[in-house]
């Protein structure tokens, strides 16, 4: 609120001053009879500073109030927008765990079918043949070329060449 001179008021209404006369209650006299004496002025010069700064005083109480509902809205939008990345968040980690979830369920499953590369037999037999290319007969008397870069190449040679002596005994 404009801080509004006395002198400055009076002057530019002129020295001609008209009595009005309002009734109020004896509460709100005293509290602008207050008011006044510690502004250092009268209840008169109050009175008439109100009356001649009340219509900007409405205009800005109408700005107050549009900017409280501007942040009231903003509030609620923030909070909206807030709560949905939120639940976007959670939905990812929810996704993000249930493919994990299931990551590690496929890893449980092929674990035991692993196992074969950790034996010790293949492991010696392998550094027996790494890094040397081999010819493999299969059992139907077929051939491919083989290089013994890993264990799996080993056991694709052993698993081709093999032979089964009798079938029917198995």
Known sequence: ???????QTIKSKGNRKVA????I?????????????AMG???????E??????????????????????????????????????NQSLLQLENSYAEKQKINEWINS??????????????????SV???TDTVETSDKRTFPITYTTTKDLLTAMIH??????PEKC
Do not use: C
């Open 1 to 7: 609120m404009k801080k509004v001179n006395n002198e």
């Open 20 to 23: 009005i006369s309002a009734k």
């Open 25 to 37: 209650s004896s509460d709100l006299k005293n509290k602008l009879l207050q008011e006044a004496q």
């Open 41 to 47: 002025i009268s209840l008169s010069e109050l009175i």
């Open 49 to 86: 500073i109100i009356l001649a700064t009340k219509d900007n005083l409405m205009a800005e109480l109408e700005t107050l109030k549009q900017e409280v509902m501007e942040l009231k809205t903003y509030v609620a939008v923030s909070q909206n927008n807030y709560s949905l990345e939120r």
């Open 110 to 127: 092929i674990v035991p079918y692993l196992e074969i590369y950790k034996d010790s037999r293949l492991q010696e037999l392998f550094e």
């Open 130 to 132: 790494k890094g040397k």
């Open 161 to 166: 060449s093999y032979e089964l002596n009798n």
